[in-house]
């Protein structure tokens, strides 16, 4: 009898932690659907609170945003600029650690497209770009030039069927909380957008372009706030990233072994650049198998990362590298076996001619700079202890996301004309 009233007393305080976090959720969604640039400041002192640290990590390399005011500046440019966001309440996952919560939501990111003729015009400024002799792809090898160059070309070039057109990307974020003053504040957040079916956008290579220049300026400003901030559990954390770093692609040490040793064994909530969510050791194992084969090499700077906790979680925000050599001819015997996996796909004919397109300009496009591939990635983890040793209660890998073009990705559908005349039914209707 005492067993189950603890239990409905539990559980009475679960769905009321659950309802709160959902607010909050609201809140920030409400703020995505109406996108007025004047209500920023009330948006902020609903969602945050200016005595805390805080760090927003957007989609684009180079997006590591700490401070409120920071993160404020980014809110803003989302709202004028990026797409229509809407959250999938049925995808969301709420994990309640005492005093500290994170959510974890997937939604997606409307965009248009159109075939117009200032479209042309701004896309053929990109080619001149290239040429320019001032600008970081005018630095570039002839022959990068020019596989970029028909790599962009392909997108845009597209014979559909209607002058404008509305995709739905797929879009991942997380949120840490903490409560504070009886009421619950985010701490830190990640946008990511899932890569799926093409190559990461960001590629560091030997040279000064724009990339490299990104992703050394948020190595800068982590060791500046490293420099800054030197939390509770610091060195703890920094010393759990470089064993993590050393082991978890060493093909010496077995997957059991490394899923065992850094992740919960009670509902882990772990994350990967593809959207595929793992949520036991089982899975984890297979996710490991999976990175193993994917890169031969996996730097991770945990020496700048940014470590903060509330009582006995903790949470962290890093990035690194993964490195692979992919020959020339295996690079092209991959593209040959996935264009042959496209004749037995399910979408229309001429869809799949433009996915055969889009994968031959990509190979194109990554072979003319090289075999050897270094893709930055961000590593974002929540930390718990059981049975005495510090363990990934949450670990999300994600990747740059640069470029926003039709038909990129197969995480993005078009939206069915018929779905757009509901919609605007339906706004009609709401006002």
């Not at 920030?28 to 209500?39: A, M, S, V």
């Not at 948020?218 to 920094?238: C, W």
């Not at 040490?253 to 949520?279: C, Q």
């Not at 990554?366 to 050897?372: D, F, L, Y």
Request: charged share 30%.
């Amino acid at each position: 009898m005492k067993n189950q009233v603890n239990n409905e007393i539990n559980n009475e305080i679960n769905n009321e932690i659950n309802n709160e976090l959902r607010e909050v959720l609201n809140i920030f969604q409400q703020g995505y659907i109406e996108r007025d640039l004047n209500k920023v400041d009330s948006f902020m002192e609903r969602l945050f609170d200016k005595g805390e640290n805080v760090i927003v990590i957007g989609t684009s390399c180079g997006e590591l945003c700490l401070g409120y005011e920071e993160v404020k500046d980014l809110f803003l440019g989302d709202w004028e600029y990026w797409g229509d966001l809407r959250i999938k309440n049925d995808e969301t996952t709420i994990v309640p650690l005492g005093n500290t919560a994170l959510i974890h939501t997937t939604g997606t990111i409307k965009y248009s497209f159109n075939s117009k003729s200032d479209t042309y015009t701004r896309y053929l400024g990109y080619v001149k770009d290239y040429f320019d002799g001032v600008s970081s792809n005018s630095k570039k090898a002839n022959k990068v030039k020019i596989t970029e160059i028909n790599w962009t070309l392909c997108h845009l070039l597209n014979q559909r069927n209607s002058l404008e057109r509305d995709y739905f990307w797929d879009l991942s974020i997380t949120f840490l909380l903490v409560k504070k003053d009886a009421r619950w504040i985010i701490r830190q957040m990640q946008f990511s957008l899932p890569v799926v079916g093409h190559m990461p956008d960001v590629r560091i290579e030997n040279s000064s372009d724009d990339d490299i220049n990104n992703f050394n300026s948020e190595t800068k400003k982590m060791q500046e706030y490293s420099i800054n901030n030197t939390p509770a559990y610091n060195n703890e954390m920094i010393k759990l990233l470089q064993n993590f770093n050393n082991e978890y692609i060493n093909t010496d040490k077995g997957v059991d072994i490394i899923a065992s040793k850094y992740f919960s064994v009670s509902s882990p909530l772990i994350i990967n650049t593809d959207k595929a969510v793992y949520t036991n050791q089982e899975e984890i194992k297979q996710l490991i198998e999976n990175h193993r084969g994917c890169y031969d090499e996996m730097a991770l700077d945990y020496e700048n990362c940014l470590v903060n906790s509330n009582e006995d979680v903790a949470w962290i925000v890093t990035h690194g590298t993964m490195k692979k050599v992919i020959s020339e001819e295996n690079s092209f015997e991959n593209t040959v076996n996935i264009i042959q996996d496209l004749f037995a796909s399910d979408v229309d004919d001429k869809e799949k001619l433009f996915r055969i397109r889009r994968k031959i300009a990509g190979t194109f496009k990554e072979n003319a700079k090289g075999e050897e591939y270094v893709w930055p990635f961000r590593f974002e983890a929540v930390v718990i202890k059981e049975k005495d040793k510090w363990v990934f209660k949450y670990l999300q890998f994600s990747l740059p996301f640069n470029w926003i073009l039709e038909g990129k990705t197969d995480a993005s559908e078009e939206v069915p004309p018929t779905w757009q005349v509901a919609s605007l039914e339906e706004d009609i209707k709401s006002k």
